[in-house]
């Protein structure tokens, strides 16, 4: 018999590399005559398999490891992203928002500022005290009554490290220290300046920082599997008496301050009390939220190019994602989208050349929470900005993408009911749509196809044209005597836009026109509905639709309506069907509903 080619390994599964070798060994002339079904020979024949499944899966998962965009293990990433210059954090302390109002230090006066580090300790709703701080000194405003006032916010710490002396090595410039459950932006590094007899702070950096020489005051981070060294400066290697950073000397004196985190644990945390200080009023404006046991890896592989691509400047959109990420934007979900977005003046309609636009979903968040994250997210960005890029805040607008029509399928082709068909139509998109977030594009065709997919691709028969896209959008109408752009930013379909009636407040508009003719706001039902391009305000009585009014325009292809601010007060939905697809761009943050596509069966 001709010698048989090479052992066709193609699958990792056992009982196909089983197959393979058996299927070799019948081949082959060396060992003729087995029976390789028998228990001796198949003993052994078991165990080469087994060593190859096994060498196989440690050579896919090494081979895993070596790419940022595979890696699995925390440790990987720590090496894999270590020459973009990003720091793989460790544990992350929550945050809550405290308002105070007349603190009074030891002697009972009034003070005009809290020290950095003023303990607060707030409970959860299990009862469980977690100690709170603030990382800066806090400003207190004071008013006419001499009491000072501010809204700050105050980081979980289970441990604080204030004012720790560290010791460097004076060779590798470097310090060690312990512990993953350290949140790395709250560290704070000292070196006392021998001139002044002064404590100063110095700035960490990443290794892609520039504009660096021997006098600037600056320290670097590196994460390993027990914690963190803190790095200073040195020259660039034997070859080169370049020199980035001030070196520390042995007769310079190092200290350092951080929280240990409790991470998750610190989430849902409120009623903060201040310590060690009695204030006049001590309120908490929102519970302590973003605490993580662990560094979310899917966004370190999102970030950590960008961060590289940045050089810690924010030039173009993605360096602007970059260095908001080091912020703590969008770190504490596996999709920056759900968090923020970032997009260049040029994208706007008509372009606005030289601005750059971030938005950030703050829905649940109260008035001083959104300012704080509108003002933390400008100043990151004009910090690391070009000098002529003006960054500028958007508020996120929130709508809703409701897929509505009918699922035809083919009777006899399943033994489910129509209520189990339905349930799986939502299993499907349950993952895909289950956040809101940015960026987000919905089209009839490809849900068509998706649905078509499903139980084997031989029950449904579902068309785009089965599907109705609707977008609706929630404004907020402030009873004021002007017109209002709204925006969707999509072509949408004439003569489909409508709001809906009820449950909502008149502005001055109707008020005028149902005290006119008599009627109160209960009498009727008030409703706006949109045909060739103008908005008319409309209200049903007995069955019968009577017009109002030309309240404002809409303009299909640019996905815009016009409306008269005092039709209504206060919030109400405004909804209008696409053309088949809806893209959400820029400050658009979209739901997506798909629980009313109907299963309806068809003969054959």
């Known amino acids: 018999m001709a010698a048989p080619n090479n052992i066709q390994l193609g699958s990792l599964e056992f009982d196909e590399i089983k197959a393979s070798l058996i299927s070799y060994l019948q081949e082959q002339d060396t060992l003729k005559d087995y029976d390789y079904s028998g228990s001796a020979m198949q003993t052994l024949l078991e165990v080469l398999a087994y060593n190859t499944m096994y060498y196989g899966h440690y050579s896919n998962m090494v081979a895993n490891e070596m790419f940022l965009d595979t890696a699995q293990r925390e440790e990987s990433l720590m090496s894999l992203v270590k020459p973009l210059g990003y720091v793989v954090p460790g544990k992350s302390s929550a945050r809550g928002v405290v308002f105070i109002r007349g603190a009074r230090n030891a002697d009972g006066s009034y003070s005009n500022s809290l020290p950095r580090y003023t303990r607060f300790v707030g409970r959860n709703n299990q009862g469980v005290s977690y100690n709170f701080y603030n990382l800066e000194p806090v400003s207190l405003i004071e008013d006419l009554a001499d009491a000072g006032e501010a809204i700050f916010t105050v980081v979980e710490g289970k441990t604080l490290i204030k004012e720790n002396p560290i010791i460097i090595d004076n060779i590798t410039q470097k310090s060690f220290i312990q512990g993953t459950d350290i949140d790395i932006s709250t560290i704070r590094v000292e070196v006392l300046n021998n001139d002044t007899s002064e404590w100063e702070e110095w700035e960490r950096k990443s290794n892609t920082s520039t504009g660096l020489d021997e006098n600037s005051k600056v320290y670097w981070l590196e994460r390993s599997e027990l914690g963190f060294f803190v790095v200073f400066g040195g020259n660039l290697g034997a070859i080169t008496s370049d020199q980035i950073g001030r070196v520390v000397t042995q007769n310079d004196q190092v200290r350092i301050s951080y929280l240990k985190s409790s991470g998750s644990d610190g989430n849902e945390v409120g009623a903060f009390t201040i310590q060690d200080w009695t204030a006049d009023s001590n309120q908490t404006l929102s519970l302590s939220e973003n605490g993580s046991d662990s560094p979310n890896l899917d966004a370190i592989r999102f970030f950590a190019p960008k961060w590289f691509a940045a050089q810690d400047r924010a030039v173009t959109v993605n360096d602007a994602r970059a260095v908001l990420s080091e912020q703590g934007f969008g770190m504490d979900v596996s999709d920056p989208y759900i968090s923020f977005n970032v997009w260049g003046g040029e994208e706007m309609n008509p372009p606005m050349y030289g601005r750059m636009f971030v938005s950030v979903n703050t829905l649940g968040s109260n008035n001083t929470e959104t300012a704080q994250i509108r003002n933390q997210a400008l100043t990151t960005l004009k910090d690391k900005t070009c000098i002529g890029i003006l960054p500028e805040f958007i508020a996120p607008l929130y709508i809703d993408l409701n897929i509505s029509g009918f699922a035809p399928y083919s009777v006899g082709s399943t033994d489910l009911n129509e ?62 005597p002007y017109l209002r752009t709204h925006y969707f930013r999509n072509e949408m379909e004439d003569n489909t836009l409508i709001t809906g009636k009820g449950n909502v407040v008149y502005g001055t508009y109707i008020e005028n026109y149902l005290e006119q003719r008599g009627y109160s706001a209960d009498d009727v039902d008030i409703f706006l509905e949109g045909s060739d391009g103008i908005i008319f305000a409309k209200y049903t009585e007995e069955n019968t639709d009577t017009f109002i009014g030309q309240v404002g325009s809409y303009d299909v292809d640019k996905g815009t309506v016009t409306i008269r601010d005092d039709v209504y007060r206060g919030p109400f939905r405004l909804a209008w069907n696409t053309k088949n697809t809806f893209s959400g761009q820029q400050e658009i943050l979209c739901s997506v509903n798909t629980g009313n596509i109907v299963p309806s069966s068809t003969s054959g």
């Open 419 to 480: 209520a189990q068909l339905s349930a799986e139509i939502q299993n499907l998109f349950m993952k895909e749509y289950d956040t809101r977030r940015y960026e987000t594009s919905v089209k009839t065709g490809r849900i068509a196809n998706m649905i078509n997919g499903l139980l084997g691709g031989d029950v449904f028969n579902v068309s785009a044209g089965d599907l109705t896209l609707t977008a609706v959008m929630t404004i907020n109408a402030g009873n004021t």
